[in-house]
């Protein structure tokens, strides 16, 4: 059965791979949550602006948010390539799971931030991530893990984000703004995710 078959870690993660995982996941967040705003008005800008059709719209937001979380999978590969083999994965894994956000979140609210785009896209995305990420972890229950550590981190981050423009008295371009959600966003995506991960990894090492 391929849920035994799981490949025996490099080494045993615990509290220092945790720490490293959050910071790997909290560096890309934060970059990734700063560019958000440029790169996805120039995208729109290019393919038709706001009356752009919704093709364009949703090409706009899955390669924005393609960009991000494939950002976030490639600093969490670095952290996690001493643990297992085949850790470069995390790389689209990442991609894959924020294009798929960036399309269900147009289709489902018309938008590309908000809190329901945090539930909805984080947990579509981070769900089709684990799937993929489970090419190499072996283990059913890690798209759900991913598919949880998705949600809580995007819908907290887009909880913030509106308080914090309010406080700043900015437009919704801010980049302090952007980047102190994208660091709430990953602090809390990579604890979940990295506390996960390492129960899936030292479980695997004892079968």
């Known amino acids: 059965m391929a849920e035994?078959?799981?490949?025996?870690p490099r080494s045993v993660p615990g509290l220092i791979f945790w720490l490293e995982w959050i910071a790997a996941t909290v560096l890309a967040n934060a970059l990734g949550w700063v560019l958000f705003t440029p790169l996805y008005g120039i995208l729109v800008m290019v393919t038709g602006g706001a009356n752009g059709t919704i093709v364009m719209r949703l090409l706009s937001g899955a390669c924005v948010?393609?960009?991000?979380?494939?950002?976030?999978?490639?600093?969490?590969?670095?952290a996690l390539h001493r643990i297992v083999p085949h850790a470069l994965l995390w790389l689209p894994a990442g991609l894959l799971g924020g294009l798929v956000l960036g399309l269900v979140a147009e289709l489902v609210t018309g938008s590309q931030i908000g809190v329901d785009v945090g539930l909805i896209g984080g947990l579509v995305g981070g769900l089709c991530a684990g799937l993929?990420?489970?090419?190499?972890l072996r283990r059913m229950v890690w798209p759900l893990i991913r598919a949880f550590a998705g949600l809580a981190g995007m819908a907290a981050g887009f909880a913030l984000l509106e308080p914090i423009l309010i406080s700043l008295n900015v437009a919704g371009g801010s980049a302090t703004a952007w980047l102190l959600c994208g660091v709430v966003a990953g602090a809390i995506s990579g604890a979940i995710s990295g506390a996960g991960l390492i129960w899936v990894i030292r479980t695997a090492g004892r079968r």
Request: net charge positive; proline share 4%; charged share 10%.
């Open 132 to 136: 993929l990420e489970r090419l190499v």
């Open 4 to 8: 035994h078959a799981v490949p025996r």
């Open 65 to 78: 948010w393609g960009l991000i979380w494939g950002l976030v999978g490639l600093t969490q590969s670095i």
